[in-house]
C-alpha cells in the first residue's frame, strides 16, 4: 500500500476519535515511526505530508539522516543507552523515552539547545516496558531543574499490545492524570502540555484520551517483512 492510501485512512480514525471526544483534529501530530523500514519509504512518507519521523535505534535514525538530513522533524521514540546520546542529539528535535537522571544528565551535557523531551512512564506496570513508575514521576520531574537544556514538553507512555481495549483505555487516560500534575506545578522548565501516547493498533483509544502525538508505523508506512509490497 502506498503510505498517502494508509495515510488516508488513518485520518478517517483520528477524525471519528476526534468527533467521539470533541477533539480538534489540529491538536494531534502523527510522528511517522520509519524504524521497520527504508529511507525511500520515508521519502516517501514525507511526500504524503508527514513531516514528522519517529526512530529508535541511533544506528537507523543516522542512516536516515544521511538520506533526509534535517528535512524532516525527527523523533526518538525508543530507549536510550547514556553513550548512544552523543550520536543523536545534534540530529534529533523530540526525545520521548527520557526515564532516568543519568540520561537528562548527559542530554543537557551534549545538546546545544534545550531539547523537547518526554518523560516515558510505565502505566501498564508490565516489567518489559520501560519508564518511571507513575508515583515516581513528579519527583523525577522536579529534580530536573539543574538542566537548563531539558525542556519537559510532555508525557509518554505504551500500552500493553495484547489487552483488551478497558486496560489500554486506562493506561492512557491515567498519563493524562499525570500530565495535569505536572502542568499544575507550573515548572518553567516542564509547561508538560503533551501526550505522545498511541500506535498503530490503539491510537483511536489515545486520541480520545487526550494524545497530542501519535506514534504509527505499522499501519501507516509498514514493517520490515511487507515493504516488499509497495
Ligand atoms: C515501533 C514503535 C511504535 C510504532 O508501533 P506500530 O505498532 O508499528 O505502529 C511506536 N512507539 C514506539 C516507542 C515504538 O518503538
Known sequence: MKVAENLELIEKNIEEACRKSGRNRDEITIVAVTKQVSAERAKEAMKSGLLHLGENRDEG?????????????????????????KNIIEKVDYIHSLDRSSLAKEIDKRAGKPINCFVQVNTSGEESKH?????????????????????????????????GEKVIRKCFSD???????????????????ELSMGMSNDYGIAIEEGATYI??????????ENELEV
Open 61 to 85: 535514525l543516522n542512516e536516515k539522516w544521511e538520506v533526509l538530513g534535517d528535512e524532516p522533524i525527527w523523533h526518538f521514540i525508543g530507549s536510550l543507552q547514556t553513550r548512544k546520546v
Open 131 to 163: 519508564g518511571l513508575a507513575p508515583e515516581e514521576t513528579l519527583d523525577f520531574i522536579k529534580q530536573l531543574d539543574k538542566f537548563k537544556n531539558i525542556n519537559i514538553i510532555g508525557l509518554m507512555t505504551m500500552a500493553p499490545n495484547s489487552t
Open 175 to 193: 498519563l493524562k492524570g499525570l500530565q495535569l500534575k505536572v502542568k499544575e506545578l507550573d515548572l518553567e522548565y516542564a509547561p508538560c502540555t
Open 215 to 224: 506514534r504509527i508505523g505499522t499501519s501507516l508506512v509498514g514493517a520490515a
